[in-house]
């Protein structure tokens, strides 16, 4: 599989660290509010990455952090006149109400919460300080990131460069206004822990470094987020992840490029951000997710409601057609394929080793989509009821074989009436030996039952009204 490495600028081949075996850490939500679209892209990407990976016969090990402890987790609480860990609770249940309508593959999934690693984290600074890469000031600890060895190689940018770009916190206590907090010394009405500088909290990029090393081992094969993470976060991660351990901290970075609204990125600074659950009261969630695997992980998109329905339409196209044949497989026989049905076997393989080859190259979900549509296109253009069910049944499980990858397809919607089917099938042979007067009265009919069915160069297509 060829991956693009954001560290080396370049498509590379995946190469685990062991054989058999992927470590993947993504970084996950700061749970002080539901998560927005923006948040579902590198869930849902990644997620798929994940699925093809086990698709693959690999062993997974994948961690989405809880980030539930910063400034905005404390501006949440003191609004609300409640605690920290409340606003966090809420929102971990809340994230997971999302990741189930996303169709997440939560099983196995890490979910570490920050605040649950303050020992950890507090050992990993001290460390840091008795290599002399991390100093105390007052019970405010900051790396010296002129201890770090290449800072900047990941955004490709130099200090000087990252200085004048950067929001950084300034601080007359700093060695250098590059340096950042590890740990962060308390304030009145914050949360706080024991630690040898006196009471405080983490800093936001520490935990990261903490969990991976915890969960997944000093060196990762995969670390990945959203493109808006490179700087600072991801390459603070390395600074004082390849300090402390003097190894490589991932040996391939992804980032997903952001959502637009209006060609603006999607924030919740900009409030111009729509959050998955405002999306969920309009549209299945299964529609987003589709949505968010119809673009390169790597090219911007653009959001908006008609898009939206756009994809909508597209993930129903997939549904009747996975409908169809099983209808099909309903109302057929088990034979032997004649050579034309062989034919349109290898049809079917040739679609399923593209999607493949389009996942091999750099999780290309566009155009193994578009595989997925070749083949209800061959299906519905070719099978009937005397089609061999050996054939349908193999297209079938090569639908859900793939889609399964994509994670989509997998929901078993209210199947249509035997009347209903029947009819539609009627009016299909009904077209075929150019009785239109027949397949115009049917069409009345099914439209009196609540049916609207439409002719597309990709077979009929159908919804209730």
Same mark, same amino acid.
């Given at each position: 599989?060829?991956?693009?490495?954001?560290?080396?600028?370049?498509?590379?081949?995946?190469?685990?660290?062991?054989?058999?075996?992927?470590?993947?850490?993504?970084?996950?939500?700061?749970?002080? *509010?539901?998560?927005?679209?923006?948040?579902?892209?590198?869930?849902?990407?990644?997620?798929?990455?994940?699925?093809?990976?086990?698709?693959?016969?690999?062993?997974?090990?994948?961690?989405?952090?809880?980030?539930?402890?910063?400034?905005?987790?404390?501006?949440?609480?003191?609004?609300?006149?409640?605690?920290?860990?409340?606003?966090?609770?809420?929102?971990?249940?809340?994230?997971?109400?999302?990741? *189930?309508?996303?169709?997440?593959?939560?099983?196995?999934?890490?979910?570490? %919460?920050?605040?649950?690693?303050?020992?950890?984290?507090?050992?990993?600074?001290?460390?840091?300080?008795?290599?002399?890469?991390?100093?105390?000031?007052?019970?405010?600890?900051?790396?010296?990131?002129?201890?770090?060895?290449?800072?900047?190689?990941?955004?490709?940018?130099?200090?000087?460069?990252?200085?004048?770009?950067?929001?950084?916190?300034?601080?007359?206590?700093?060695?250098?206004?590059?340096?950042?907090?590890?740990?962060?010394?308390?304030?009145?009405?914050?949360?706080?822990?024991?630690?040898?500088?006196?009471?405080?909290?983490?800093?936001?990029?520490?935990?990261?470094?903490?969990?991976?090393?915890?969960?997944?081992?000093?060196?990762?094969?995969?670390?990945?987020?959203?493109?808006?993470?490179?700087?600072?976060?991801?390459?603070?991660?390395?600074?004082?992840?390849?300090?402390?351990?003097?190894?490589?901290?991932?040996?391939?970075?992804?980032?997903?490029?952001?959502?637009?609204?209006?060609?603006?990125?999607?924030?919740?600074?900009?409030?111009?951000?729509?959050?998955?659950?405002?999306?969920?009261?309009?549209?299945?969630?299964?529609?987003? @997710?589709?949505?968010?695997?119809?673009?390169?992980? %790597?090219?911007?998109?653009?959001?908006?409601?008609?898009?939206?329905?756009?994809?909508?339409?597209?993930?129903?196209?997939?549904?009747?057609?996975?409908?169809?044949?099983?209808?099909?497989?309903?109302?057929?026989?088990?034979?032997?394929?004649?050579?034309?049905?062989?034919?349109?076997?290898?049809?079917?393989?040739?679609?399923?080793?593209?999607?493949?080859?389009?996942?091999?190259?750099?999780?290309?979900?566009?155009?193994?989509?578009?595989?997925?549509?070749?083949?209800?296109?061959?299906?519905?253009?070719?099978?009937?009821?005397?089609?061999?069910?050996?054939?349908?049944?193999?297209?079938?499980?090569?639908?859900?074989?793939?889609?399964?990858?994509?994670?989509?397809?997998?929901?078993?919607?209210?199947?249509?009436?035997?009347?209903?089917?029947?009819?539609?099938?009627? @009016?299909?042979?009904?077209?075929?030996?150019?009785?239109?007067?027949?397949?115009?009265?049917?069409?009345?009919?099914?439209?009196?039952?609540?049916?609207?069915?439409?002719?597309?160069?990709?077979?009929?297509?159908?919804?209730?009204?």
């Amino acid at each position: 599989m060829i991956l693009y490495n954001t560290l080396t600028r370049k498509k590379e081949e995946f190469k685990p660290i062991e054989e058999g075996k992927v470590t993947m850490y993504v970084c996950g939500p700061t749970v002080y *509010n539901y998560i927005h679209v923006g948040n579902a892209r590198p869930l849902v990407v990644f997620d798929t990455l994940k699925r093809y990976f086990k698709y693959k016969g690999y062993k997974v090990k994948y961690l989405v952090n809880f980030t539930d402890i910063d400034d905005k987790m404390i501006k949440k609480a003191n609004e609300e006149g409640t605690t920290v860990k409340e606003v966090a609770d809420r929102y971990i249940d809340e994230f997971y109400k999302d990741a *189930n309508g996303l169709l997440l593959d939560e099983k196995e999934t890490v979910h570490p %919460r920050a605040t649950a690693h303050i020992k950890e984290i507090v050992e990993f600074v001290e460390d840091l300080i008795e290599k002399g890469a991390a100093y105390n000031v007052d019970g405010n600890v900051y790396f010296d990131i002129t201890k770090a060895k290449d800072y900047g190689k990941l955004s490709k940018k130099n200090i000087e460069e990252l200085m004048s770009g950067a929001r950084i916190e300034v601080s007359e206590e700093k060695k250098n206004p590059m340096d950042f907090a590890l740990w962060k010394k308390e304030k009145p009405g914050e949360p706080s822990w024991n630690s040898p500088w006196g009471k405080g909290r983490p800093g936001w990029h520490i935990e990261c470094s903490v969990m991976a090393k915890t969960f997944l081992g000093e060196t990762i094969d995969i670390h990945a987020g959203g493109e808006d993470l490179q700087f600072p976060h991801h390459e603070n991660e390395i600074a004082q992840s390849e300090t402390l351990t003097e190894k490589p901290f991932a040996n391939y970075w992804l980032h997903n490029a952001m959502i637009n609204v209006e060609n603006v990125k999607m924030s919740k600074s900009k409030s111009n951000f729509s959050t998955v659950r405002d999306v969920s009261r309009e549209f299945d969630l299964e529609v987003l @997710r589709f949505f968010l695997l119809s673009a390169h992980y %790597r090219n911007p998109i653009n959001f908006s409601r008609e898009l939206l329905a756009q994809s909508e339409r597209g993930l129903e196209r997939l549904y009747n057609g996975k409908k169809n044949l099983e209808y099909l497989m309903d109302k057929t026989t088990d034979r032997n394929l004649t050579e034309e049905e062989l034919n349109i076997k290898e049809e079917i393989n040739k679609y399923k080793f593209e999607f493949i080859q389009s996942m091999e190259d750099d999780l290309n979900t566009a155009d193994s989509i578009a595989s997925l549509f070749e083949i209800i296109k061959v299906a519905n253009s070719n099978f009937n009821e005397k089609s061999s069910k050996n054939l349908i049944k193999y297209t079938y499980d090569v639908l859900l074989e793939l889609s399964a990858i994509l994670g989509i397809l997998s929901k078993t919607d209210e199947l249509l009436d035997e009347e209903i089917i029947e009819l539609i099938q009627k @009016r299909s042979e009904a077209r075929a030996n150019k009785d239109y007067k027949l397949a115009d009265e049917i069409r009345d009919e099914l439209k009196n039952k609540g049916i609207i069915i439409e002719d597309t160069k990709e077979g009929v297509k159908w919804k209730r009204i």
